[in-house]
């Protein structure tokens, strides 16, 4: 699992950037549906008062003038979503499963990649046979699969898919890239337990369009896979399971605090109340004190506050140094994760490396930089590109001496790392037939982990315990 541009190191990056716009004399415009009153004060540099909901709020160059403008954006509907928590998932598929034969179009969105292709393989097949659609969407497919079923689901469950919308149920299953930018229009959703803005970002994929053909069943209805406020303060890790290494236990607990008591919520106008009362800052004791003070320092399982921070300070430009190109992994996480190149073969003779792709197209890589134009190594570079996906160091396969893929002429259209690094930084894995991951001399690719990888679950990493 990675942390890429959390709360706090986005939170420092974005700060030395305004600040550095506002001293160029730049105007700066930033957009969020989530941002609490204290983020916003901190990137304005002075107090703000309304807490109206939407809100503008600008800021004139220090320079020119002072004063603060606040405009409240009025509200010309408001959507009221039933939220219900929910303890266990057995509970939650049998109603998405439920609803789905009705007709309705589901959405459930799990915190972890590994859940959620456990959720949709839970589901697949019981959905099947109902007359049901099932698909999922995550971070560990390749681009060129990645943007396939985006597109197709982006379709169904948007503006494009109404004509189809009534032909059948269905269920999407991913992860946090379901609340990023995909317009989506759900009529019910079920969603593991976040923090509250990534609540509030899933729960605007549902019930997106008041003029949305809908199953005459449906209602704009949440449900949140939950534990109870008593049982996640006694143990998060427990509690909350794999969300526990995703987000931070403390922060999770807070959100927690502020929803178990809801029965429903109005859209847009609980966004403000419920980020405020969330993310603002108090004294603790106890259990809370110890949850806030490893959010801060970290401990064994993520780092705290404090270094991520200083992690994102090191991604700002220092009197025009940055970091080298190499050190690019560290930026933004304290995660690695590395680029795994997939084929389904690949072998070199005379003077060309030859490999086949995923989909059974073979491609052949010329050794000799002159045998092929700059536009034609450009586009061996774009289709080689669609074959990748990025995974932890836990999951990867072994790594292989640069040299080696120096001899397939591998570094023609990729970066295998500096010249005196004797490891490449891209990994390359043979997937077969059956979707086993292996090693370019015929190994399993894992030790630890059975690597697979298939156009429809992705790439997976199964414990050789299970």
Same mark, same amino acid.
């Given at each position: 699992?990675?942390?890429?541009?959390?709360?706090?190191?986005?939170?420092?990056?974005?700060?030395?950037?305004?600040?550095?716009?506002?001293?160029?004399?730049?105007?700066?415009?930033?957009?969020?549906?989530?941002?609490?009153?204290?983020?916003?004060?901190?990137?304005?540099?002075?107090?703000?008062?309304?807490?109206?909901?939407?809100?503008?709020?600008?800021?004139?160059?220090?320079?020119?003038?002072?004063?603060?403008?606040?405009?409240?954006?009025?509200?010309?509907?408001?959507?009221?979503?039933?939220?219900?928590?929910?303890?266990?998932?057995?509970?939650?598929?049998?109603?998405?499963?439920?609803?789905?034969?009705?007709?309705?179009?589901?959405?459930?969105?799990?915190?972890?990649?590994?859940?959620?292709?456990?959720?949709?393989?839970?589901?697949?097949?019981?959905?099947?046979?109902?007359?049901?659609?099932?698909?999922?969407?995550?971070?560990?497919?390749?681009?060129?699969?990645?943007?396939?079923?985006?597109?197709?689901?982006?379709?169904?469950?948007?503006?494009?898919?109404?004509?189809?919308?009534?032909?059948?149920?269905?269920?999407?299953?991913?992860?946090?890239?379901?609340?990023?930018?995909?317009?989506?229009? !759900?009529?019910?959703?079920? =969603?593991?337990?976040?923090?509250? /803005?990534? &609540? +509030?970002? @899933?729960?605007? $994929?549902?019930?997106?369009?008041?003029?949305?053909?809908?199953?005459?069943?449906?209602?704009?209805?949440?449900?949140?896979?939950?534990?109870?406020?008593?049982?996640?303060?006694?143990?998060?890790?427990?509690?909350?399971?794999?969300?526990?290494?995703?987000?931070?236990?403390?922060?999770?607990?807070?959100?927690?605090?502020?929803?178990?008591?809801?029965?429903?919520?109005?859209?847009?106008?609980?966004?403000?109340?419920?980020?405020?009362?969330?993310?603002?800052?108090?004294?603790?004791?106890?259990?809370?004190?110890?949850?806030?003070?490893?959010?801060?320092?970290?401990?064994?399982?993520?780092?705290?506050?404090?270094?991520?921070?200083?992690?994102?300070?090191?991604?700002?430009?220092?009197?025009?140094?940055?970091?080298?190109?190499?050190? !690019?992994?560290?930026?933004? =996480?304290?995660?690695?994760?590395? /680029?795994? &190149? +997939?084929? @389904?073969?690949? $072998?070199?003779?005379?003077?060309?490396?030859?490999?086949?792709?995923?989909?059974?197209?073979?491609?052949?890589?010329?050794?000799?930089?002159?045998?092929?134009?700059?536009?034609?190594?450009?586009?061996?570079?774009?289709?080689?590109?669609?074959?990748?996906?990025?995974?932890?160091?836990?999951?990867?396969?072994?790594?292989?001496?640069?040299?080696?893929?120096?001899?397939?002429?591998?570094?023609?259209?990729?970066?295998?790392?500096?010249?005196?690094?004797?490891?490449?930084?891209?990994?390359?894995?043979?997937?077969?037939?059956?979707?086993?991951?292996?090693?370019?001399?015929?190994?399993?690719?894992?030790?630890?982990?059975?690597?697979?990888?298939?156009?429809?679950?992705?790439?997976?990493?199964?414990?050789?315990?299970?």
């Amino acid at each position: 699992m990675k942390f890429i541009l959390t709360i706090y190191t986005l939170a420092t990056i974005l700060n030395a950037l305004v600040e550095f716009l506002r001293q160029i004399d730049c105007t700066v415009i930033i957009l969020s549906a989530t941002l609490s009153q204290t983020r916003r004060d901190a990137l304005l540099q002075q107090s703000t008062t309304s807490e109206a909901y939407p809100l503008i709020t600008a800021a004139p160059s220090a320079e020119r003038e002072h004063g603060l403008v606040e405009i409240g954006v009025p509200v010309t509907e408001n959507t009221t979503v039933i939220l219900h928590s929910c303890r266990k998932d057995e509970s939650a598929r049998e109603e998405a499963l439920r609803r789905a034969e009705l007709g309705q179009q589901v959405l459930w969105i799990e915190n972890t990649i590994a859940e959620a292709q456990q959720t949709y393989l839970d589901l697949a097949s019981r959905a099947v046979e109902a007359g049901c659609e099932t698909g999922l969407l995550h971070s560990r497919f390749t681009p060129q699969h990645r943007n396939r079923h985006e597109q197709r689901w982006v379709a169904l469950y948007g503006r494009a898919g109404w004509p189809q919308r009534k032909q059948c149920g269905r269920i999407l299953v991913g992860t946090q890239v379901l609340e990023q930018s995909l317009d989506i229009d !759900a009529d019910f959703l079920v =969603s593991r337990f976040a923090p509250t /803005d990534m &609540l +509030l970002q @899933r729960l605007g $994929r549902l019930w997106r369009h008041t003029d949305t053909p809908r199953h005459a069943s449906a209602k704009a209805e949440c449900w949140l896979l939950s534990p109870s406020l008593e049982s996640a303060l006694a143990n998060p890790g427990f509690a909350f399971g794999m969300s526990a290494m995703v987000y931070s236990p403390y922060v999770l607990c807070r959100s927690l605090e502020v929803w178990q008591a809801i029965p429903s919520l109005s859209l847009p106008g609980d966004i403000r109340p419920l980020i405020d009362q969330t993310y603002t800052e108090r004294a603790e004791e106890g259990t809370w004190a110890t949850l806030l003070h490893e959010l801060k320092n970290g401990s064994r399982f993520r780092s705290g506050e404090q270094a991520l921070q200083s992690l994102a300070k090191l991604t700002l430009s220092t009197g025009g140094k940055t970091l080298p190109e190499h050190k !690019a992994e560290t930026r933004y =996480s304290d995660r690695d994760t590395h /680029d795994l &190149l +997939l084929l @389904r073969g690949l $072998r070199t003779q005379d003077g060309i490396t030859y490999m086949r792709l995923l989909d059974g197209a073979e491609l052949t890589l010329p050794h000799g930089r002159h045998r092929l134009s700059r536009a034609q190594w450009r586009q061996l570079a774009v289709v080689l590109n669609q074959q990748l996906v990025r995974v932890s160091p836990a999951f990867c396969p072994p790594t292989i001496a640069k040299s080696e893929l120096e001899k397939l002429h591998l570094q023609e259209v990729f970066y295998l790392g500096r010249p005196e690094d004797d490891e490449a930084l891209l990994r390359v894995a043979i997937v077969s037939p059956a979707g086993e991951l292996k090693t370019l001399d015929g190994r399993p690719a894992g030790d630890k982990y059975t690597l697979e990888y298939s156009e429809y679950l992705g790439f997976r990493a199964i414990s050789k315990k299970e």
